[in-house]
């Protein structure tokens, strides 16, 4: 799991899939807003010139030297909802990501967002 204290350190690092295949890059870390424990990684996928960020969760993430392993296939990431290298989340995007995945999605605190970045 990444700890909070590691966000930073781990950016633009390579993330790979449970088999050792990169993904993309880690470019953003977002938080559960109720416990402001790591929650999401959005990476950095497709050609220079057709960057996207997808999400995957990071909850089984293991960090080793120059990557973060996410338990997630590759196939299955690339498909996730994705957002443009400048977009922002938009609130009533989060329940897809999580339903992408099989999660159960609450909204955050007072029926705010549930992620935040980081």
């Known amino acids: ?6 966000i930073r350190e781990w950016r633009d690092q390579d993330v790979v899939d449970e088999q050792g295949r990169k993904i ?4 953003a870390i977002y938080v559960a807003t ?5 929650a999401m990684a959005t ?3 497709g050609l220079p010139t057709r960057h996207r960020l997808v999400f995957v969760p990071v909850e089984d993430a293991v960090v080793g030297p120059g990557y973060v ?12 909802p994705s957002l443009g290298i400048d977009d922002v989340l938009p609130a009533e ?7 992408h995945y099989g999660k159960t999605y609450q909204s955050g ?8 970045r980081r």
Request: hydrophobic share 40%.
């Open 34 to 38: 109720a416990t402001d424990e790591p």
């Open 109 to 116: 605190p007072g029926g705010g967002r549930q992620l935040a």
């Open 69 to 80: 392993k996410v338990s997630y296939p590759r196939a299955l990431v690339k498909k996730a």
């Open 93 to 99: 995007q989060e329940g897809a990501i999580f339903q």
């Open 43 to 45: 990476v950095r996928t």
């Open 24 to 27: 993309g890059v880690l470019e």
């Open 1 to 6: 799991m990444i700890q909070p204290a590691d």
